[in-house]
């Protein structure tokens, strides 16, 4: 759910982990595995230009088209955009680098452009490297719920409860984003979910003319690369998964939401410790780790009664939760860190508060229509508002930070269809060719989960775990262990015998 970079915009789409639509029906369900196909291999991908001016002058774009609903391959098709950036050596070629997005929701276009500034050349001296925007996402046939501007809030799409810990206010907002997603989403809306989109890879793979694909999954790209491997494991080459989602099949994306709560108590330490340190200057808030930890907690309180005016936010305030909402922001990035410690000292009437770095209204439409239709399309979620209340009663109490949030309820409790298909459940059965590498405190893809998927690939995996904090692991925050390791597995094809724990470097 996963999904954090450094654009506020970007910031948002990492957050936005599901939403939904109105009372529960009866849905078909499909076969489990990849279904039977007479359809003949796409097309070869006819290469030009890309339309994003900002994108790297040397990534072509193209249009591949891939079927509405895969179980009826000549029927109705929607477009899936995507790119590549060849291999700087082509005498050294190994093959493709499947860039897959994290999100769920997020684009992924422009992943060549982005990798060639991080990857090693060694990396990019043997890959193509292979973008794409998932269905329903950027230029893929994008779905739109047509929501009020209102309903774009952070605080909203993030279920956070009232001060008081009522949830009746979240119990609305999670029908009225599912009714305009049923009234607005669409054919392609209803058939976004993991499963889709790993059928989806396999056709860029099929049009790629490759027999075997390379991929590197960062957030949730690591569940829907799992699942890629899961389904087509004869078709997989070395499989990266960064930054992990745990696998849970009864729950996906509802556990994800709820390891909110457990990877803010990771990470946040990291935050207080350097916002009590001397090196903080002018936005140290206080004496001891600790000390900032109660000064969080406090201020939250405050501002959950009495607000600050916030002209440029949505809604134009500073409350309780959205500093909470900020805090978790914050912890996917040490660089991050000083805006965090500037909001709580304007809540301390310390300072000023800072410009408010709210994503327009159209940049959010796209992403949030696909993050709610991957979330509710890929599991049931429970119906019950009395045990939405009572779960956030609890979570309050033995995660403050996260206030509730977390075990929330979603629009997914109002979807007016239950998945097509049920999750794939993640196994051994397959080449041992994943590499995952995981950061200790990841406050949005925790290493608790991380442990789990580690044990459903069984001997499929190993392990790198980096003593870090943030999210995203690879190429990201200068572990030279853990780079390292993942550049020889590309590269070479060579995994640690056993997993792995990479020491911090400062």
């Known amino acids: 759910m996963r999904i954090a970079h450094a654009t506020a915009a970007t910031a948002a789409a990492a957050l936005l982990t599901l939403l939904g639509t ?38 072509q774009c193209a249009t591949l088209a891939v079927p509405l609903d895969h179980a009826d391959p000549t029927g109705p098709q929607l477009d899936l955009a995507v790119s590549r950036i060849t291999a700087a050596r082509p005498d050294q070629r190994r093959g493709a680098l499947l860039i897959v997005p994290g999100g769920p ?28 925007d998932p269905r329903g996402v950027g230029r893929s046939s994008p779905v ?63 049009a790629l003319g490759e027999r075997r694909i390379s991929a ?19 078709r997989t080459d070395r499989i990266v998964l960064d930054s992990n989602d745990d696998p849970d099949p009864s729950r996906v994306e509802r556990g994800w939401l709820a390891a909110y709560a457990t990877g803010a108590e990771d990470r946040f330490p ?26 969080f907690l406090r201020l939250a309180a405050r501002l959950d009664t009495a607000p600050l005016p916030w002209p440029g936010a949505n809604p134009a305030r500073l409350d309780g939760n959205a500093l909470r909402a900020a805090m978790l922001d914050t912890l996917y990035d040490d660089a991050r860190f000083p805006r965090l410690a500037r909001l709580m000292l304007a809540a301390d ?28 399309n890929d599991v049931r979620w429970p119906r019950s508002a009395d045990g939405y209340a009572r779960a956030v009663a609890a979570d309050r109490t033995a995660h403050p930070l996260t206030a509730g949030m977390p075990v929330n309820v979603m629009p997914c409790a109002f979807w007016p269809t239950d998945p097509a298909e049920p999750p794939t459940r993640i196994t051994p059965d397959g080449p041992s060719n994943i590499l995952m590498v995981q950061n200790l405190r990841d406050p949005a893809t925790p290493y608790a989960g991380a442990l789990r998927l ?18 995203d692991a690879y190429a990201a925050h200068g572990n030279a262990c853990g780079d390292r390791l993942v550049t020889r597995f590309l590269v070479d094809g060579r995994r640690p015998a056993h997993d792995t724990l990479c020491p911090a470097e400062h």
Do not use: K
């Open 270 to 295: 990291d935050f207080a410790a350097w916002a009590a340190a001397p090196a903080a200057g002018d936005q140290r808030l206080a004496d001891t780790p600790q000390q900032v930890r109660d000064l």
């Open 216 to 234: 590197w999954g960062v957030s949730y790209g690591t569940y829907a690369g799992a699942v890629y491997a899961t389904m087509y494991p004869d």
């Open 22 to 59: 109105a009372p529960p029906a009866t849905a078909t369900t499909r076969p489990a595995g990849p279904p039977a196909t007479t359809a003949r291999p796409p097309a070869p991908i006819a290469w030009g230009s890309c339309p994003d001016s900002t994108a790297d002058t040397r990534q």
């Open 105 to 132: 929701g997020n684009p992924g276009l422009n992943g060549p452009t982005n990798a060639v500034r991080r990857l090693p050349r060694s990396v990019l001296d043997r890959y193509d490297l292979i973008g794409f």
């Open 144 to 206: 739109d719920c047509g929501l009020a501007h209102d309903d774009l809030s952070m605080t909203t799409l993030l279920p956070w409860p009232a001060p008081d810990g009522s949830v009746t206010g979240n119990l609305a907002a999670a029908r009225r984003i599912a009714d305009a997603c049923t009234r607005n989403g669409g054919p392609v809306l209803r058939s976004i979910s993991t499963r889709n989109e790993a059928r989806d890879m396999d056709r860029i793979r099929q």
């Open 454 to 471: 580690r044990a459903a690939l069984g001997d499929r995996a190993r392990l790198v775990s980096v003593d870090s904090g943030g999210h």
């Open 349 to 376: 009437g310390r300072a000023e508060l800072p410009p408010a770095a709210t994503p327009p209204d159209a940049a959010m439409q796209n992403t949030v229509a696909a993050s709610a239709a991957t979330m509710c």
